[in-house]
């Protein structure tokens, strides 16, 4: 059973930056798949963030963060990352990083259905 398990989250102010990073156990790096950032605001949907299919390293970016964040993936510790800079009140929620052995694709990737497996999350938290 895959499981996946996020670490980075924090509390800064308005403008600065974090980084979280989701290292998933009892995958296979023999063959490429998709890992996805999510987050979920109180009283809001989970939304995609960002992924990144393993396979050729293509991004995929909501457009609320676009150039903001940096998504990236290391094979060899089956870890994504994810970067975030120039922080905004409205980026705060709980973050989920998210898989599948299907491959990301433009038309679904931010797709909650898309994923197979979840992690527990990690809360970011800005302040203005």
């Known amino acids: 059973q895959v499981q996946l398990l996020e670490f980075g989250g924090g509390s800064v102010q308005a403008g600065g930056s974090l980084r979280l990073s989701c290292t998933a156990s009892a995958i296979s790096s023999a063959f490429g798949y998709c890992v996805g950032w999510f987050r979920q605001a109180p009283g809001r949907e989970r939304e995609g963030v960002a992924a990144i299919y393993t396979g050729d390293a293509s991004t995929y970016y909501v457009d609320s963060v676009r150039g903001r964040f940096t998504i990236s993936h290391d094979n060899a510790k089956k870890t994504a990352y994810l970067q975030m800079n120039s922080l905004m009140p409205e980026d705060s929620a709980m973050y989920y990083c998210?898989?599948?052995?299907?491959?990301?694709?433009?038309?679904?990737?931010?797709?909650?259905?898309?994923?197979?497996?979840w992690g527990k999350g990690t809360l970011v938290t800005i302040s203005s």
């Open positions: 998210a898989l599948t052995g299907n491959g990301c694709y433009a038309k679904n990737w931010a797709w909650t259905d898309a994923m197979s497996y």
